[in-house]
């Protein structure tokens, strides 16, 4: 397909790790401003999937277009500049800096050598950092070093630095593995939020979560696609209770 | 002098800077004779080596054993022109060919070769020791980084390069002066260098330029740069992906690096006479590492005190047990990176400090209750042990 209105077109996206095929002939179309969770059971695939889209690993075929432009090949800071910013499935953030500085240091600007070197914390950028943690609820903490944050928090203010890049696609590994059930429901919020002017991709296993946020959902099996649609069709679908729901 | 500029005094770590500035610029030459105060302008030189290991190494996480290759570099490209000069054929006229360097008549050159010409001018040769060592860097930390080498592998790398380099300066000896080096170097546009006040000339340009270059890096680490060094080092892959060509960072560091090592090298040549390879090569490489680790690799500074500290044991020890040196200087590497990963810089931080901080709180409190003979309560921020690993300007912003 040439041209399209989706944010993110996979077509025919296959890799293969010495034979093993961890994505085989996926082919997944993302509107603008839609968010899609991705299930499937351990091993289908879904960490692979984002890898791929992100530029981490390199595809053996197919095609990943970003608002109709190839992103396959590209190198990773190419990719996110494009506006894709992903969550690893472990929290990743800079444990040894003050949570502002973690905000900070991913604003958009100065991402040149010489850019980085002449970069100001204007009142912009303190503005910024200020809106964005409010919006992940670590306003308070600004200050604390990244490492003591809990689990949870961290969780968040990954969340928050890619907030602080505006992507147009947002890309989540498993949002709230190990959060506490009183951290869900405020997760479950603030993807709502954010996704309203964005799209947003999200891996999960928990169902109840997965029914309170998605608009749509794909059902991933051995690399493959198995099913899309609504949850409560995907959910009623045989084969998905077969291979994912049903044990 | 008001709080404020206190705080932005401390936040910059320039009280250590000062420190640092009184003893090179104020105490050394007071305390020390001619021949002690040209020792420690020697040892100056490797301190550009050693803040410049602290950027690459203890900021940008990136660990080079081949420092000396850029020392070697710049300190040639200097005595090249000292030589160039010290042979005019007026002082030649005895070789078989007058005017050309007398390593090169030994070695029946007849004339001089085309890229030694340059260098009979001092902006070219100043220059050259500057750019020769960044580009070689530039070169070697691009082809390197680009393709994720790293860690123990880049090491060795630059370890390998040390050692080729050597190996080609001694076999050209009509070109380089072989194992000799470039000696025999006199004056600088016609000023003798080896004279006693030339050397405190030299002794004080080495020293203004260190403290000059220690503000320099230290300015580095305070912008985004220097704390997206510090997140490369903590999760490179978050940098990545947060839009950053991480390649080209750690390229900047190893440029920087190796540039004020050819900086050092070039003092090293003017204050010493002479450069050589066995300044080059693998051993004084990994010794350059050992300035950075005993002095603290995270701290500018005390890198520099590392480097003033290490000389003085090894010029002691190497004068009174030469054989033991080697195995003391083994042995003080690892018991420094075992038990102080932070270095002497480090030991300050989690010992001195704490009691700086809890001695100007009591003495601040003072005056308040002067009938209380109990010691105030000590401040949470006192008493917290300090995280290491965490700069000063960092470290400042928590509180
Ligand atoms: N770099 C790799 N090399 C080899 N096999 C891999 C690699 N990455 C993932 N795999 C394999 O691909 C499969 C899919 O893994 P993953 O995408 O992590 O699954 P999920 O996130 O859905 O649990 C697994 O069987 C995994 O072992
Ligand atoms: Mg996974």
């Known amino acids: ?247 | 002098m008001n709080n404020a500029f206190l705080t932005w005094f401390r936040t910059r770590g320039l009280f250590s800077w000062l420190a640092l500035a009184v003893v090179l610029l104020v105490l050394f030459p007071l305390l020390l004779d001619s021949f002690r105060l040209g020792l420690v302008g020697k040892y100056m030189t490797y301190g550009f080596v050693a803040i410049g290991l602290v950027m690459l190494w203890g900021y940008g996480g990136v660990l080079s054993l081949g420092q000396g290759v850029f020392f070697g570099l710049g300190g040639y490209a200097m005595a090249m022109f000292l030589k160039l000069e010290a042979s005019d054929p007026e002082s030649t006229k005895i070789q078989s060919t007058p005017g050309i360097p007398d390593f090169m008549d030994w070695n029946q050159l007849t004339a001089l070769p085309a890229w030694w010409e340059p260098f009979q001018y001092l902006p070219v040769a100043l220059l050259g020791v500057i750019v020769v060592p960044t580009l070689l860097a530039f070169v070697i930390g691009y082809a390197l980084f680009k393709r994720r080498v790293g860690g123990v592998y880049f090491a060795i790398i630059t370890q390998a390069i040390a050692l080729i380099l050597t190996v080609l300066i001694i076999g050209q000896q009509g070109y380089t002066g072989g194992v000799n080096g470039i000696t025999d170097l006199k004056t600088l546009l016609g000023w003798d260098i080896r004279t006693d006040s030339a050397k405190l000339v030299l002794y004080y340009v080495c020293a203004i330029l260190l403290l000059l270059a220690i503000l320099g890096c230290g300015w580095i680490q305070r912008s985004k740069l220097g704390t997206l060094l510090l997140a490369m080092r903590d999760k490179e892959d978050r940098v990545r992906f947060s839009g950053y060509d991480v390649a080209m960072f750690k390229t900047f560091v190893f440029c920087l690096s190796a540039m004020l090592a050819g900086i050092g090298g070039a003092l090293f040549t003017l204050q010493v006479g002479f450069m050589s390879p066995s300044f080059v090569g693998i051993v004084p490489s990994i010794e350059m590492v050992i300035f950075a680790a005993v002095g603290g690799r995270m701290s500018l500074v005390g890198a520099v005190f590392g480097a003033l500290l290490v000389n003085f044991g090894k010029t002691y020890f190497s004068e009174s047990f030469p054989d033991l040196w080697l195995f003391l200087m083994a042995a003080l590497f690892i018991g420094v990176v075992l038990a102080f990963p932070n270095g002497l810089a480090g030991l300050i931080d989690s010992h001195i400090k704490p009691w700086l901080a809890r001695w100007r709180t009591a003495k601040a409190a003072a005056p308040m209750a002067p009938a209380d003979p109990a010691p105030p309560p000590v401040p949470a921020a006192a008493a917290q042990p300090p995280e290491p690993s965490l700069p000063a300007h960092l470290a400042q912003e928590k509180t």
Request: net charge negative.
């Open chain 1, 1 to 247: 397909m040439s041209n399209t209105d989706f944010v993110l077109a996979v077509e025919d996206l296959t890799v293969s790790f010495d034979g093993f095929k961890a994505i085989d002939n996926l082919t997944l179309y993302l509107d603008r401003g839609e968010l899609r969770v991705i299930i499937g059971p351990n091993g289908a695939g879904k960490t692979t999937l984002l890898d791929l889209i992100c530029g981490k690993t390199r595809a053996t075929g197919g095609s990943i277009k970003f608002k109709n432009e190839e992103m396959l090949g590209k190198p990773e800071y190419r990719i996110v500049r494009a506006g894709i910013g992903r969550k690893f499935q472990t929290p990743s953030i800079y444990e040894n800096l003050p949570v502002f500085k973690n905000l900070e240091v991913s604003f958009p600007h100065g991402r040149g050598v010489f850019g980085a070197l002449a970069f100001k914390c204007t009142q912009e950028v303190n503005d910024r950092v200020q809106a964005v943690a409010g919006e992940i609820g670590l306003a308070g903490k600004l200050d604390w070093e990244a490492g003591l944050l809990s689990h949870g928090e961290k969780q968040w203010l990954e969340i928050g630095m890619l907030l602080m890049q505006d992507p147009e696609l947002l890309m989540l590994d498993e949002p709230i593995a190990g959060m506490s059930a009183r951290e869900r429901e405020l997760t479950a919020e603030l993807l709502q939020r954010i996704c309203q002017n964005r799209s947003v991709i999200v891996i999960e296993h928990d169902m109840e979560f997965v029914k309170r946020i998605a608009h749509k959902v794909t059902v991933m099996h051995q690399g493959k696609v198995l099913a899309e649609g609504p949850m409560d069709k995907v959910q009623s679908d045989p084969r998905v209770i077969d291979v994912y729901l049903g044990h």
